[in-house]
């Protein structure tokens, strides 16, 4: 493999280029407009960004087939993710997207979107907090490009392929919905009220059996967190921590204090049993509840619930999972859980035996839907997707016919067009009169009342970071 995943070597008829032998590049057309501005200019034009359309505006700046190569706002390094994406018609597009014009007769625009979607963009897209493709970047892409007729019939099999890949994609979206929603009832059969009532269980509230905590964050200088655990180490929860737990029980994790630090720097620890969940962001939304497997203490933005002597840790677990979270955050533009939020909360308290005997069977019932649902997820069509492009674009897919015009004369054509346009545009004007220079020295006139500001190819390039 050479620079970008683009394979070393080419089937024959192909040819290496660069992105910037096979597009024009249209960045110094777009213009970005705010939502305030859209919102006053309603029309139906529809209006692209980073990743597809993100509204509608009342002009167009383009009225042809094109393909967009998102700058920025794009996951370049997830192979999963689409980062171009074709347009065709009247069209208006901000500054967080690339305007790229593919050269009649080098390349189909169909093709060269799947190659985009399928490169590897390493090297190329950079940044800390947000990733860019910047416009030299870009143009510096590595394309294999095959003959024009081979490009189309490569966009004729993946075009297929990839329906019935949807198809699937879909029935299995709908299978794993199916799995959810048999899960959903089963847990409503115990904790449920109606299944409360059938069992004669009691009610508690939360707080008055379970002892609801909140984290620490200690400052940075105070104590020194381990990456690695070790004998001594207590594991010291963070909410991306939830992620790698196995669905329930929590007991490692990715910083770890010693029990001297812990003391020195007055962190609070929690028992084994311990139903941690999200305390604030984003990750109020993910509805993740974890057990803690070992003792350990966790930042601010988890909340902990410490289960009381009579209430099993698992049963409360299971009963959390009925728990939207997303209903009790507070609604700001940061959302956050408080422990008022989670004090009143009513919770089915049988007898300890009974609980275990409910955990036993829910276990039994919800792990053979659990090994379905990661089935499904094993068997996702996304690697399919991948390899499938890969193959294409790498000439493994397609027949080859020799008949077909090689990319490099291809190539060749236009560099010789390019060329011969560039001779003649260094031959001299003639020779214009004193009174034609200065008139055309003069300035334009100004726009007209109301006319739209469309950009000209006269105008700088804008690189605004306007939000779309």
Request: proline letters at 7%; hydrophobic letters at 40%; charged letters at 25%.
């Amino acid at each position: 493999m050479s620079e970008g995943g683009v394979p070393s070597e080419l089937p024959k008829g192909w040819a290496r280029a660069t992105l910037e032998d096979v597009v024009d590049v249209l960045d110094h057309l777009r213009v970005p407009v705010s939502a305030k501005e859209r919102a006053a200019r309603t029309g139906n034009v529809p209006y692209y960004g980073a990743a597809g359309q993100v509204g509608w505006i009342d002009e167009k700046i383009f009225d042809e087939d094109l393909v967009l190569l998102g700058e920025d706002g794009v996951q370049f390094f997830d192979a999963d993710k689409p980062k171009a994406y074709l347009v065709s018609g009247p069209s208006w597009v901000n500054n967080h997207a690339h305007v790229l014009r593919a050269r009649a007769g080098v390349v189909d625009r169909r093709y060269l979107a799947y190659y985009l979607n399928q490169f590897n963009y390493e090297g190329f897209a950079n940044g800390t907090t947000r990733l860019k493709l910047t416009k030299s970047a870009m143009l510096r892409i590595p394309v294999l490009l095959p003959p024009l007729e081979e490009q189309r019939r490569i966009v004729a099999v993946l075009d297929g392929q990839l329906s019935r890949l949807d198809a699937a994609e879909q029935s299995l979206a709908d299978a794993g919905h199916r799995i959810a929603l048999t899960v959903r009832s089963l847990l409503n059969q115990y904790f449920g009220a109606s299944g409360v009532r059938a069992r004669g269980w009691r009610y508690e509230r939360l707080e008055d059996v379970a002892d609801i905590r909140g984290g620490q964050t200690p400052r940075k200088d105070a104590v020194e967190f381990h990456t690695v655990w070790a004998p001594g180490l207590v594991p010291f929860w963070k909410v991306g921590d939830m992620n790698g737990a196995d669905g329930r029980l929590m007991a490692r994790s990715r910083t770890y204090l010693s029990a001297e630090q812990i003391t020195r720097a007055k962190v609070r620890t929690y028992p084994a049993g311990t139903v941690l969940l999200p305390k604030r962001g984003g990750a109020i939304a993910t509805n993740k509840k974890r057990i803690t497997a070992t003792a350990g203490a966790f930042d601010l933005n988890v909340m902990g619930v410490v289960p009381r002597e009579g209430l099993v840790p698992e049963f409360l677990w299971y009963w959390f999972r009925t728990v939207d979270l997303n209903e009790l955050s507070d609604g700001s533009n940061v959302p956050q859980i408080n422990k008022p939020d989670l004090s009143h909360l009513l919770v089915p308290v049988p007898d300890e035996a009974e609980q275990r005997s409910v955990v036993r069977h829910l276990d039994d019932l919800l792990g053979r839907f659990d090994r379905m649902q990661g089935t499904i997820e094993d068997v996702r069509p996304n690697r399919l997707r991948v390899s499938l492009l890969q193959r294409a674009l790498a000439g493994r897919l397609a027949p080859q016919d020799p008949a077909d015009e090689s990319a490099e004369a291809l190539l060749a054509r236009l560099r010789a067009r390019e060329e011969a346009g560039a001779t003649r545009s260094r031959r001299p004007s003639a020779r214009r009169t004193p009174a034609q220079r200065a008139g055309a020295e003069q300035a334009p006139p100004p726009p007209r009342p109301g006319a739209p500001a469309l950009a000209t190819a006269t105008q700088p390039a804008l690189d605004l970071e306007i939000s779309s």
